[in-house]
């Protein structure tokens, strides 16, 4: 995988991320790790970046024999951006570079606002969509 860093957006520095033949491979190895353990009957929750859609249709037709909920997490870019510089762990201008390109088109089950919701209250929401027992939707359009 390789980072570019030279491109810029507004005045604003952008990291862009490219893989190759061989992060092809290490993406797909991960989904069908991700369904070997819900195969074995283990819950999972993924932390997902969507870099290219095309990895979250193959993602979804990989756990197509799953129960699947998909949730989105968002927030205002320039929260996300001062996050990006607290934490360190990225360089300046990741964020940006795929923030208005890692949701899709489909939708999600539940979509979690952190600027305004705590980690407990997004955690309590996801459970709380669980227990209701709704059957989820967002990712089967994928597939």
Same mark, same amino acid.
């Given at each position: 995988? &390789?980072? &570019?860093?030279?491109? /810029?957006? /507004?005045?604003?520095?952008?990291s862009t =991320?490219?893989?190759?033949?061989?992060?092809?491979?290490?993406?797909? $190895?991960?989904h069908h790790?991700?369904?070997? /353990?819900?195969? +074995? $009957?283990?819950?999972?929750?993924? %932390? /997902?970046?969507?870099?290219?859609?095309?990895?979250? #249709?193959? =993602?979804?037709? @990989? =756990? !197509?024999?799953? !129960?699947?909920?998909?949730? $989105?997490?968002?927030?205002?870019?320039?929260?996300? &951006?001062?996050? &990006? =510089? @607290?934490? $360190?762990?990225?360089?300046?201008?990741?964020?940006?570079?795929?923030y208005y @390109?890692?949701?899709? +088109?489909?939708?999600? %089950?539940?979509?979690?606002?952190?600027? #305004?919701?705590?980690?407990?209250?997004?955690?309590?929401?996801?459970?709380?969509?669980?227990?209701?027992?709704?059957?989820?939707?967002?990712? !089967? #359009?994928?597939?």
């Amino acid at each position: 995988m &390789e980072v &570019e860093c030279s491109t /810029y957006e /507004y005045g604003f520095p952008l990291s862009t =991320l490219f893989i190759g033949p061989l992060g092809w491979k290490a993406i797909l $190895g991960m989904h069908h790790a991700i369904a070997a /353990y819900a195969g +074995q $009957g283990n819950n999972v929750i993924v %932390d /997902y970046i969507a870099y290219q859609q095309s990895w979250l #249709k193959e =993602l979804a037709g @990989t =756990l !197509k024999d799953f !129960k699947v909920y998909f949730v $989105g997490v968002n927030l205002p870019l320039e929260i996300l &951006e001062e996050r &990006e =510089l @607290t934490r $360190g762990t990225s360089p300046v201008g990741h964020a940006r570079s795929h923030y208005y @390109t890692v949701h899709p +088109q489909t939708g999600y %089950d539940l979509l979690l606002d952190t600027s #305004k919701l705590s980690a407990l209250e997004c955690a309590q929401a996801i459970k709380t969509l669980i227990e209701a027992e709704i059957s989820p939707q967002a990712f !089967k #359009k994928l597939s």
